[in-house]
């Protein structure tokens, strides 16, 4: 009879969604989805090609294009890393590599598949000249925020003490966050940083999407030839241990569906090499003809519907919901990207 019930049980909430769908939606407080879709114009931001990179994968098994689109680190953080990637990318390093490891829950790394790989087979493709090398260091800058009255981080200062503003609603509550720590939010981007008087420091975090800098044991630091994103829940333990580059806004779907490796770490094995999903280039949007340069942009993180959104987030009230969670982790306050509708992209 317990088996029964739990089929039944399980059958239900599988019904479940159907039943929701024929059900007319209650009135009740505004989604975070709704929130954001009655922001006004100049609340958004645009993202410069300069600031994107579009990689294109060899096409799936059924002939469809893939296309990922990544949106790079802004300054202060990182910028040594971005140079280099934007080196690479534009002597075509990164032409005909492949994703070479996908590890569940974790990561899709893509790279030379000759470069410290545990099956690598022929010899590693020559690095360009004019790459930086970066220190571990440079894996957060110095910054701090200002206070409000209540000790809360009202604004984020960094890049020479230059003030840049944050939205931090005093009501928000970001959880996983060490006493000492504080979670922002600047130019578009999630951040952590530390209260310590002698030195404070800020960083970009490992959420969904974002992407990184593969690198060996330290002191290595990676130059960018190597780069993987977050497929899984937040790895927030890399934080300040790996350089973060960016995000994709775009395109995730064909990287986080990939077949998962069986080799040590989610690398693709010896009989499995078939499964590497072949990268054909990578291109900055600048350097790309106008008609095919995509145009995106975010919603600000400094403006008010953003503050709404974000409290909406980590209090939900919407119909479906009884009980607000009274704060969430930063992860699961994704800044809202959407494609700038051009004549080429309709």
């Known amino acids: 009879m317990k088996h029964i019930s739990a089929s039944l049980s399980a059958a239900a909430l599988l019904l479940a969604p159907a039943a929701l769908a024929a059900q007319e939606e209650p009135e009740g407080a505004p989604s975070p ?10 609340e958004w931001v645009k993202i410069a090609p300069e600031d994107v990179l579009v990689m294109t994968l060899a096409p799936d098994a059924g002939g469809n294009e893939r296309k990922v689109v990544i949106q790079l680190m802004p300054a202060p953080f990182s910028q040594g890393w971005v140079q280099n990637i934007r080196t690479l990318a534009r002597a075509k390093w990164y032409d005909n590599i492949s994703v070479n490891r996908v590890q569940d829950n974790y990561v899709v790394q893509w790279g030379d598949p000759n470069y410290d790989n545990p099956e690598a087979e022929g010899e590693t493709k020559e690095l360009p000249e004019g790459l930086r090398v970066m220190e571990e260091k440079d894996y957060a800058v110095e910054a701090s925020p200002r206070l409000s009255k209540a000790g809360v981080p009202l604004v984020y200062q960094a890049d020479g003490g230059k003030p840049s503003p944050t939205t931090f609603n005093s009501q928000l509550v970001f959880r996983g966050q060490k006493p000492s720590e504080y979670a922002a939010f600047a130019h578009g981007f999630p951040y952590s940083g530390s209260m310590n008087p002698h030195q404070s420091l800020a960083w970009p975090i490992h959420c969904y999407g974002m992407v990184g800098v593969g690198r ?13 994103t977050v497929i899984g829940h937040a790895p927030r333990h890399l934080d300040r241990n790996i350089a973060l580059v ?13 077949p998962r490796g069986k080799g040590v770490l989610g690398f693709y094995g010896e009989d499995e090499l078939d499964k590497r999903a072949p990268i054909l280039s990578v291109r900055v949007a600048s350097d790309l003809p106008g008609a095919d340069q995509p145009m995106f942009e975010y919603l600000s993180t400094e403006g008010e519907t953003f503050a709404k959104y974000a409290e909406a987030r980590a209090n939900r009230r919407d119909p479906f919901f009884i009980v607000p969670a009274g704060g969430a982790d930063i992860c699961n306050i994704p800044v809202p990207v959407r494609r700038i509708k051009t004549k080429a992209s309709e």
């Open 33 to 42: 989805n709704q929130i954001v879709g009655k922001a006004a114009g100049d």
């Open 216 to 228: 060996g044991y330290s002191p290595d630091t990676g130059s960018g030839a190597e780069l993987y």
């Open 246 to 258: 960016g995000r994709i806004i775009k395109g995730m779907e064909h990287l986080s569906s990939l």
